[in-house]
């Protein structure tokens, strides 16, 4: 069974910077992708960026490219997101996901659909 646990989230200013952990306990295996979502309040949910276990490989939404980074940790089993130049169109409750079919090869950062496992969500405000 896969947990995930979100932390890093709280207030900062237009034009600063975040780091988002995901903690995972259980096994995801090298045929999966693990990926951020976020949703604003009013809005759907939507995906920011997603990786592929079995490669690195990266997907990003245009809107936070150049400015997120999406990182995985085998050691220490954690996903990261790394937020710079934060907008307040960021403010978010952002949530970590797994999949177990490697979605994120055919869908990118959409197909939220085709994961199984979510965290708690962690929020981001920016003002």
């Known amino acids: 069974h896969v947990q995930l646990v979100e932390s890093g989230g709280g207030s900062v200013q237009a034009g600063g910077s975040l780091t988002l952990s995901c903690a995972v306990s259980g096994y995801i295996d090298n045929h999966a992708c693990m990926a951020w979502f976020r949703q604003a309040p009013g809005k759907e949910r939507e995906g920011v960026a997603a990786?592929?276990?079995?490669?690195?490989?990266?997907y990003y939404a245009d809107s936070v490219k150049g400015r997120f980074t999406i990182s995985l940790d085998n050691a220490k089993n954690t996903l990261y997101l790394q937020m710079n130049s934060l907008k307040p169109e960021d403010t978010a409750m952002y949530y970590c996901?797994?999949?177990?079919?490697?979605?994120?090869?055919?869908?990118?950062?959409?197909?939220?659909?085709?994961?199984?496992?979510w965290g708690q969500g962690t929020q981001v405000t920016v003002s």
């Open positions: 996901a797994a999949d177990r079919g490697g979605s994120c090869l055919m869908w990118g950062v959409r197909g939220q659909h085709e994961y199984k496992y």
């Open positions: 990786i592929y276990t079995g490669g690195g490989t990266r």
